[in-house]
């Protein structure tokens, strides 16, 4: 085994427990915790696949700015109340079954790899060392997936539109 499989193995191996770690944890200060080991090993995996661009991306939006927003999240609301509610889950049955149907498909892909006529062949990334990999990046970004990184951004800005919006009615309502 050469180094970089065995970094690899190491990044992927904290991904998966800290992931477990994030959804097992009941303290949600602890789960935040967890997912920002979770996004800085998925960036070391970025690294070492040179895409710099994608892992410093990573590191900067998501574990500077969303998981910023998630822990004022988490400190503003009453950790307390939460905790002392009773909650009933009886979503135990769809989510056995989605979890049974992904591990089926994990099986199929692992059983029968590139064998299979309804996966697409695996090919390797293509090597055009010529241009750097943000220019790269930006161009299939603006070329060739303009449409959906336009919908997606629009889908965003109606996301954003609506919790303003129920904020607002929120503190409305609570005068």
Same mark, same amino acid.
């Given at each position: 085994?050469?180094?970089?499989?065995?970094?690899?193995?190491?990044?992927?191996?904290?991904?998966?427990?800290?992931?477990?770690?994030?959804?097992?944890?009941?303290?949600?200060?602890?789960?935040?915790?967890?997912?920002?080991?979770?996004?800085?090993?998925?960036?070391?995996?970025?690294?070492?696949?040179?895409?710099?661009? %994608?892992?410093?991306? @990573?590191?900067?939006?998501?574990?500077?700015? *969303?998981?910023? #927003?998630? &822990?004022? !999240?988490?400190?503003?609301?009453?950790?307390?109340?939460?905790?002392?509610?009773?909650?009933?889950?009886?979503?135990?049955?769809?989510?056995?079954?989605?979890?049974?149907?992904?591990?089926?498909?994990?099986?199929?892909?692992?059983?029968?790899?590139?064998?299979?006529?309804?996966?697409?062949?695996?090919?390797?990334?293509?090597?055009?060392?010529?241009?750097?990999?943000?220019?790269?990046?930006? %161009?299939?970004?603006? @070329?060739?997936?303009?449409?959906?990184?336009? *919908?997606?951004? #629009?889908? &965003?800005? !109606?996301?954003?539109?609506?919790?303003?919006?129920?904020?607002?009615?929120?503190?409305?309502?609570?005068?």
């Amino acid at each position: 085994m050469t180094f970089d499989q065995i970094l690899f193995y190491c990044l992927a191996a904290i991904a998966i427990i800290s992931a477990l770690m994030v959804i097992t944890r009941r303290n949600p200060v602890h789960s935040a915790m967890f997912l920002i080991t979770t996004l800085f090993s998925v960036a070391g995996i970025y690294l070492q696949l040179h895409a710099e661009f %994608l892992a410093a991306v @990573q590191v900067i939006v998501y574990v500077g700015g *969303i998981m910023v #927003l998630f &822990l004022f !999240v988490i400190m503003l609301v009453n950790l307390e109340v939460v905790s002392t509610e009773r909650r009933f889950n009886k979503q135990w049955i769809i989510a056995l079954i989605a979890s049974a149907v992904l591990l089926v498909e994990f099986g199929y892909v692992i059983v029968r790899g590139g064998k299979s006529s309804l996966l697409p062949p695996v090919t390797g990334p293509a090597q055009d060392l010529t241009r750097k990999n943000s220019e790269q990046i930006g %161009l299939m970004l603006y @070329q060739n997936y303009m449409l959906p990184f336009e *919908i997606a951004s #629009l889908l &965003l800005l !109606v996301a954003i539109i609506g919790a303003v919006i129920l904020a607002k009615r929120r503190l409305a309502s609570d005068k």
